[in-house]
């Protein structure tokens, strides 16, 4: 079964920390999705990747298809970055996302 | 108004009761989505509907009844639910069916007593 791992489950930090939310997957993908949930329900979608990194503001998301693994990062954290952080992946052959549980982070004042 | 919409935001029903879910995209896209998320578990997929056809059923109850009048357009009917059927259930859309990105709607918190 294909399935995607995040870690850790939840992370508290204090504002200004450098944040790192890990996703590893087990088979080939054709795209990596990086999303954020905000206390309420909505989700937005950050990046989408297959290969090296992308940088939006202080958020940058990297992939190592090698290794079958990627990370978000935060820089500068802020409070308003507390949300729930979700990867999800496009497993070849399979044209729909397959998504983790979610990293809960938290960022203190 | 732009992005995709959801009504009701929240949503208290009994088991016999019959409701429907509303969503709306003002996207110009092709495909919509209807996801459950229950707490402590990934987003589960339930329909995928791509230029008004339904192309994905991942296995739903027939408790849950989707239609999609045209492609800005997607409901959910609700009857005879259960209480673990109590979930955030969100909308998307997205160009293309497959690998595009989604763009997601707020949610509709629902409870069934």
């Known amino acids: 079964k294909n399935e995607v791992e995040q870690s850790p489950q939840n992370l508290t930090a204090q504002e200004g920390e450098f944040i790192t939310i890990n996703c590893s997957y087990s088979?080939?993908?054709?795209?990596l999705h990086w999303l954020q949930q905000h206390p309420g329900g909505g989700i937005v979608s950050l990046f989408m990747?297959?290969?090296g990194k992308k940088k939006h503001g202080r958020l940058i998301a990297t992939i190592n298809i090698q290794e079958k693994h990627s990370s978000l990062h935060i820089t500068a954290s802020h409070p308003r970055d507390s949300a729930v952080y979700i990867c999800?992946?496009?497993?070849?052959?399979?044209?729909?996302?397959?998504f983790g549980t979610g990293t809960r982070l938290t960022i203190i004042p | 108004e732009t992005g995709v919409t959801q009504t009701p935001r929240h949503l208290v029903m009994g088991m016999t009761n019959k409701k429907s879910l509303k969503c709306e995209q003002h996207l110009g896209h092709n495909a919509m989505y209807w996801y459950k998320q229950s707490a402590k578990k990934p987003l589960e997929l339930m329909f995928v509907?791509?230029?008004?056809?339904?192309?994905e059923n991942n296995s739903v109850p027939s408790r849950f009844s989707p239609e999609c009048p045209n492609s800005s357009h997607l409901f959910l009917h609700l009857h005879t639910l259960q209480p673990e059927d109590s979930a955030l259930y969100l909308c998307?859309?997205?160009?293309?069916?497959?690998?595009?990105?989604?763009?997601f709607g707020p949610g509709t918190r629902l409870t069934v007593l």
């Open positions: 999800a992946v496009d497993y070849f052959g399979n044209e729909k996302l397959t």
């Open positions: 088979v080939g993908i054709s795209a």
């Open positions: 509907y791509n230029f008004k056809e339904q192309t």
């Open positions: 998307a859309s997205s160009s293309g069916w497959g690998t595009d990105t989604q763009y």
């Open positions: 990747l297959s290969s």
